[in-house]
Every structure is written in structure tokens, then in C-alpha cells.
Nanobody, 120 residues
Framework: QVQLVESGGGLVQAGGSLRLSCVVSGRTIHSDRMGWFRQAPGKERDFVAA????????DYTNSVKGRFTISRDNGKNTVALQMNSLKPEDTAVYYC?????????????WGQGTQVTVSS
């Protein structure tokens, strides 16, 4: 009933940029927060960035501050992650997630992920 679909991943050289997009479809939801997470091979899924409904507040994990920018367009039901100055350690599957009133302060919905590979 609710689908989150990520796109924009790919292979890029260190120092390059990628822009990820997440489109929410199906049943209309109100997301208090939208977020991005990532999971590297053999590692657990980690938080990357989050943004509130009105885009007033954003949060980033320390390792991406100054390099990544999260944004959302509620009219288009999308959330984006602009990734600049990419490093090999950014290589991971990136997932979009939504925090809704179904369970406040909990990430209720997840996308399937998009692969980001950064070469040296």
C-alpha cells in the first residue's frame, strides 16, 4: 500500500557526486521525517540523514556532514540525497525510509535500496 523506491545510485570515482532520489507512492502518508540509511557489505545498516516534514530540521551522521545534503519536495512526494566529495567508504546500498504516525519516532517504511559504489 505504501512503496518507497530509490534511484540514482551507480559507480563513481572518489571525489565525484551522485544524487539519490526516493519516490513515495501508493497510499498517501504523512511522514514526520524522511531519512536515508546505508548498509555496506558485511556491515549493519547505519543512519545517514533525516529531514522533517517542513524541511525545517535536518540531521546528518558526522561522516557525511559538509558533503551530503538531504532535501524533500512534498508536492512531488520525493526526498533526495545530494552526495558530493564521495569517498570509497561511502560505498553501500542506500535506503530511503519514512517515519509516520503509525508508530511515531520509528522508521515505518523502507525502500529496496540503490547501490552506490565509489572507486579509489
Amino acid at each position: 500500500q505504501v512503496q518507497l523506491v530509490e534511484s540514482g545510485g551507480g559507480l563513481v570515482q572518489a571525489g565525484g557526486s551522485l544524487r539519490l532520489s526516493c519516490v513515495v507512492s501508493g497510499r498517501t502518508i504523512h511522514s514526520d521525517r524522511m531519512g536515508w540509511f546505508r548498509q555496506a557489505p558485511g556491515k549493519e545498516r547505519d543512519f545517514v540523514a533525516a529531514i522533517t516534514w517542513n524541511s525545517r530540521y535536518v540531521d546528518y551522521t558526522n561522516s557525511v556532514k559538509g558533503r551530503f545534503t538531504i532535501s524533500r519536495d512534498n508536492g512531488k512526494n520525493t526526498v533526495a540525497l545530494q552526495m558530493n566529495s564521495l569517498k570509497p567508504e561511502d560505498t553501500a546500498v542506500y535506503y530511503c525510509a519514512a517515519d509516520t504516525p503509525t508508530d511515531p519516532s520509528t522508521w515505518d517504511y523502507w525502500g529496496q535500496g540503490t547501490q552506490v559504489t565509489v572507486s579509489s
